[in-house]
């Protein structure tokens, strides 16, 4: 039996492949403990926002806006606004609107010990100026109005160690033009790390930009090539150049995972940049 081969044309349906994007996180198992489970039984209903394409997706509702009076009806006042991008634990964006109840602040976090681990310590304290969205930060941005926020946080993103997942670091042209449209006039964005290759992957993507100014005061060094893990060590014989860092920001509180970095002897790189 001989198998007639089919002609090819482009009126036969042919596959269609839409690229997926790159995330810059790997979704892993969500299992609660006991404690965290009952955090999130008593709390989501008051902090977490139900702003999800569906259930179990971490994708933005293609009708969600976050604009002036999403933040009145659900904040119930026109605070400025300051959005937390990966709250880890919770421990920054809690203690910080514990700190600040004339701000009102947002936590984006997808994994589901980190939000319960918020819903805690947000519970505990009956903070009424802080809300959580378990959603993708990128989808988040590009859903706020233009001048929403007044910063952005993000405290050690994850740094994507290997050369060839670089590409899934969050901060990215793609997201600093997203939170730019988003921030206020005079609004910044901070960041810190306590990675050395991945300060210098800041720098190349903010520092060039026109639309915003990098307030650092301070000068650092940095090797001006990438390394990877495991060829790190080959850093401190590469050529180095000087960069413009900001002064720790004293609005970030002492994390576990900061006290974690410093005990292993990193140096902790903060970064301030203000839109223009």
């Known amino acids: 039996m001989v198998r007639r081969q089919q002609p090819v044309s482009d009126e036969i349906d042919q596959p269609h492949y839409t690229p997926r994007p790159v995330l810059s996180f790997v979704r892993r198992s969500g299992r609660l403990d006991a404690r965290l489970q009952r955090a999130w039984d008593n709390f989501a209903g008051t902090y977490l926002l139900d702003i999800n394409a569906g259930e179990g997706s971490l994708n933005v509702r293609p009708d969600f806006t976050l604009d002036k009076d999403y933040v009145r009806?659900?904040?119930?006042?026109?605070n400025p606004?300051?959005?937390?991008?990966?709250?880890?634990?919770?421990?920054?964006?809690?203690?910080?609107?514990?700190?600040?109840?004339?701000?009102?602040?947002?936590a984006l976090e997808v994994y589901d010990p980190g939000v319960a681990h918020t819903l805690l310590l947000a519970g505990k304290q009956n903070l009424a100026n802080i809300r959580i969205a378990q959603v993708?930060?990128?989808?988040?941005?590009?859903?706020?109005?233009?001048?929403v926020i007044k910063e952005a946080w993000t405290f050690f993103p994850d740094p994507w160690p290997k050369m060839k997942h670089h590409k899934r670091r969050i901060v990215q042209p793609e997201l600093a033009a997203q939170i730019h449209r988003a921030l206020q006039t005079g609004g910044a964005w901070r960041i810190a790390t306590d990675i050395e290759d991945y300060a210098l992957h800041v720098h190349e993507v903010m520092d060039a930009?026109?639309?915003f100014t990098n307030a650092g005061t301070i000068t650092v060094s940095l090797p001006t090539e990438h390394v990877g893990k495991g060829n790190a060590e080959l850093a401190n014989d590469m050529p180095h150049a000087d960069f413009t860092e900001s002064e720790r920001f004293d609005g970030r509180v002492l994390t576990n995972f900061e006290k974690k970095g410093l005990a292993a002897g990193r140096v902790i790189h903060d970064f301030t940049y203000v839109t223009r």
């Open 81 to 106: 606004l300051i959005v937390e991008v990966g709250t880890g634990q919770g421990e920054n964006i809690v203690a910080a609107a514990a700190a600040h109840p004339d701000m009102n602040f947002l």
């Open 136 to 147: 993708n930060a990128p989808e988040l941005f590009a859903a706020a109005a233009d001048g």
């Open 73 to 78: 009806n659900t904040w119930g006042n026109d």
């Open 209 to 211: 930009r026109e639309d």
